[in-house]
Nanobody, 126 residues
Framework: QVQLVESGGGLVQAGGSLRLSCAAS????????VGWFRQAPGKEREFVAT?????????FYTNSVKGRFAISRDNVKNMVYLQMNSLNPEDTAVYYC??????????????????WGQGTQVTVSS
């Protein structure tokens, strides 16, 4: 059983940056793929980015955040980060981190992830 806790959300002006953190405990975190999802008001939860624990596997991003967001992980500290730059109001959402067992696929759907955090709010003002 892996427990995930997100932090780092907040209010930022358009064009600004935020770094979200996801702290993991329990289970075998180092053998999981970790992803970030987000859910805007009135919209479905959507995939944002994912990173495998396997060396050599490149992170994968949804098109709308490519070049602006960067996902990284520290397996020693059991942490995953989402650096978000050039934020715009369309990025406003609750951001969730999630973990999927294994590391040799690129899971982009919610059903592929077994463990979820409680979410952290990101609000981008125009």
């Amino acid at each position: 059983q892996v427990q995930l806790v997100e932090s780092g959300g907040g209010l930022v002006q358009a064009g600004g940056s935020l770094r979200l953190s996801c702290a993991a405990s329990g289970g075998t975190f180092t053998a999981t793929t970790v992803g970030w999802f987000r859910q805007a008001p009135g919209k479905e939860r959507e995939f944002v980015a994912t990173i495998s624990w396997v060396p050599g596997y490149s992170p994968f991003y949804t098109n709308s955040v490519k070049g602006r967001f960067a996902i990284s992980r520290d397996n020693v500290k059991n942490m995953v980060y989402l650096q978000m730059n050039s934020l715009n109001p369309e990025d406003t959402a609750v951001y969730y981190c999630a973990a999927a067992p294994g590391g040799t696929t690129i899971p982009t759907t919610q059903s592929e992830y077994r463990y979820w955090g409680q979410g952290t709010q990101v609000t981008v003002s125009s």
